[in-house]
């Protein structure tokens, strides 16, 4: 059976000594942040995903959600007790705004133990998680009473939400969708239509399902500029908050898919359903992408959480699983072979496991203090400047994340040989897990042209030009140091890379907007090297000035500094290809004709 | 449902004008291979994997095994017919010597064909392979009698075979291994003991299993030079071929497993049962790396089939789905939308699959080829040539060939967005059927390690210079030909990257083995990309040959270049940050302690 140990030790190093959150005392949520109560929060968090959550991963995984002959749909044995904990704990209001019953504790903090549930047991957490992208729309675009009727219900968990977008002929282009939106004189509308691949579309885990569906009014533009945003319940609620009759929406089956069966994949059937507008008619996909942007920023967490749990288990049956000797000579010499740890190949799989997941680990939550500063900064500059951060780093972080979370279960799986296909240790369902990651909330090709097509341009670079600048101070610092050189010089050759990537995108990708597609997953992947090498940098300063502190702990920072030393001898070297692939261009991955495949 | 239709016209196109294999006709079994004959074998070879083998893929993958009360194991709904035609076919025994009742083809006409056979059907296609592959140790090491006694229904698909090494503590380290073999007074051996991981273990597709396990004898040394080849057939069998008493020798369990569920993974318990030694005592390993050398061509088969089958239905889906727009203007003005193969993300996986599809088969048949003048060529000179190549070439087919199918298949199945991750499209499958590919027949890593530790430094590195040569010809060729230069020029400075870390591990290694397994994958990977680029180097003079003289199918030339191409301009460009790993070196792998993990 797979364990889990959420890595509270390492949190509290990002927080305290990379990110040094004491110097944001003065936003909400951070005053009364004592050391103490931060980690006291990151334990028990910690506890509750490994001793109530984990241990249903498994069989969620094996018995799957089931809908049943009179419609009904039920989670795998013990879900609903879980989250029942989850909800008594107060766990899905940890960052919500105290006005609707939230504690009030910053995104940083809930995205440290969103990591552990994730880890813990992904298709569970996928319920509260698609709740929290649902109450950020609501929030975003609805009216207060609108938002005073369902987000409080949904942030103590009472409630959950879901994101309707998709349908059989339609998911990245919403211009083609066909779910109609038609008015009633009472100011609601008839909501018609079918979704598909609706994650938490129906369960049994909370009393009332909010979905918030994209549909077209009968008089609106039919593309993407004619797509409005409804809040659907389950079950309709009265102006007191009272649960009333069925809504007219039934989940029509489950999907049968690779992985995250634990989670209930729906074909939702709206017929005439009620619905209610939020936000402006035909604005809708604003608002959703604001849900998803966020949701796009937990799905990142996904791909770390899957390589963090994953990496862990393989490590163990590293140390423990005999067979073969070191070629340097035996290392358990009473034992009749060495535990395969002692394998550089089998280190390789762990080394690259492991400098990701605490460079992404440093990176997740560095992206969450800025949706922190974002909303809560003391100056307009300051929200913009991070809003601006968060922007250009969200695709990559999604993309970038979940490939190589995908890319680390595998090799996890990998260390297990044979034991690893088999069902039995787990290591397989991480990976099934783990693909999803890769195509959901935009698909990491969408991600990849949003960051070139997108993120990259807007407002004149300006995103870019201040991260460039950012991430180039820091590697100077670490060249300035004796200690940290062996960071500074390597991350300062793939910033090259980067900015000569860059540079060749901007003289080439203007005039012929396929140059710019043709190397974006490339530069999504240069890019994501290079933000984790930035995080690397500000650990290992951070590390190095634990050590010459004469801090207590000292082997903490020691395999800190090891790991870095590993992440730029070995990982970060991979920047030049991903240049070279770029600059490559567009003209021979498209010279052939489409019937020519 | 998944579609498939046999590469026959790449294949003759290899066969014939890249391997010119009409310059063999002195080898038995070519002389008679005309031009037509060839083609009509492997268009009716298609045929029989598209038509009877591919429909029973995704029902195979659905019902799998199962073990009955009684214990019998029984395959999924058609496999026992579909086995019945292709034993009825005589495709068992395609390239199998006459002597024994095979039709004695070449090699290469045979795995031209078993590619088919596994994208049609990978789980189906693995009960035949392993009797291939048993047939092989039998072939090599038994006795003639024994010879006569099991192969001829063997290699017609009477009986089939099976390898059992694995057992609960060891797979790669069969020096532990623990099942035992006593001698009785009549010669034969009582075999106690269990085996895990026995693919095609038990079955109802043929009269007989003759399985090999290996075993130790009560005095033998207990390491790996006290291992023994033994037979061990499901039903005794006479001195006149017949069938007779049940050998204690069952199925305890069919593994739950990630993918092949069509292939009955058993574990299989042995209690007495009579065995019969083949070879000599104690050498039974040597025996059953001929059959796993054997056996790992025939993996990476795997590999180039399971990412061509995937990029086939990938491109179909391209093609057909609808979504968005080109960004360089509407492709499809009169529809909704463009097909998504006008965006150049999904090129990019459609195209990065093919180029590997397309070397990798050149590849495969170049190795098949070797096999056939190891056995055969006139000289043993010229039979040590190909031996060398063939032993130099096996870890990087099968390390190179399955970590790129799985990547290929995973690709594929990212082009259908959230179709891909659900069951009904069958992508997920070829996913999941893919994975093993890269663990069993001895994982990567091991691959990796036999290509650095053993068959680099084999005979003063013999093997290795003299491909070096061949390439560096082929490359110098392309160099020189205006057509191909921007072939040739690509591949020369793979070629100096494969150099360079050669020379790097020639010096760094000698004496600290733990730089050579450190940069064993790197190194293979890098050995696939120049293997791969020399097989472009064959075909783009091919090609170009075939336009210069005005060959009728001109639109299959061009697109040919145009795919070598690309593999020169996105892909062959990694060389270089393998590298960079191979001559990053150890220490940084292996500086945490083993508790650090």
Known sequence: MPSYKAPVRDGLFILHEVLQIERHAALPGFADLTS????????????????????????????????????????????????????????????????????????????????????ANMAFTMYPMLTQGAIAAIRAVATPAQQRKFIPKMMNGTWTGTMNLTEPHCGTDLGLLRTRAEPEPDGTYRITGTKIFISSGDHDLSENIIHLVLAKLPDAPDNVKGISLFIVPKLLVDDDGNLGARNAVTCGRI??????????????????ATGYLIGERDKGLRAMFIMMNAARLGVGVQGLAQSEVSYQNAATYARERLQGRALSGPQNPAGKADPIIVHPDVRRMLMNARAFNEGARALSLWAALRVDLAENAATPEERQAAEDEIGLLTPVIKGY??????????????????????????????????????????????????????KLPAHGGRALRTWLQTVGTSAAACVADEATRFVGEPLQRALDDLQGATGWLMRNALTKPDNAAAGSMAYLHLMGLVALGHQWALMARAASAALANGAADADFYTHKLAVARYYFSHLICETAVHRARVEAGAAPMMALPAEAF
């Open 36 to 119: 103490d109560t931060l980690a006291a929060v990151l334990e028990e968090g910690g506890r509750f995903a490994e001793e109530v959550i984990q241990p249903l991963n498994r069989q969620g995984d094996m018995q799957g959600c089931t809908r049943h002959a009179d419609g009904r749909v039920t989670t795998p044995d013990g879900f609903k007790e879980a989250y029942a904990q989850f909800v008594a704990g107060g766990w899905g209001g940890l960052a919500g705004d105290p006005a609707f019953g939230g504690q009030g504790l910053p995104h940083v903090v809930a995205t440290a133990f969103e990591e552990y549930m994730i880890a």
């Open 401 to 454: 994340f979940t490939d190589k979370g995908y890319e680390n279960a595998t090799n996890a799986q990998q260390c297990f040989g044979g034991h690893g296909y088999v069902r039995e240790w787990g290591m397989e369902q991480f990976v099934r897990d783990a693909r999803i990651a890769l195509i959901y909330e935009g698909t990491n090709g969408i991600q990849a042209l949003d960051l070139v097509g997108r």
């Open 255 to 272: 999907e049968e898919k690779m992985g995250i069966h634990g989670n209930a994949t729906c074909v939702m059937n709206y017929e005439g």
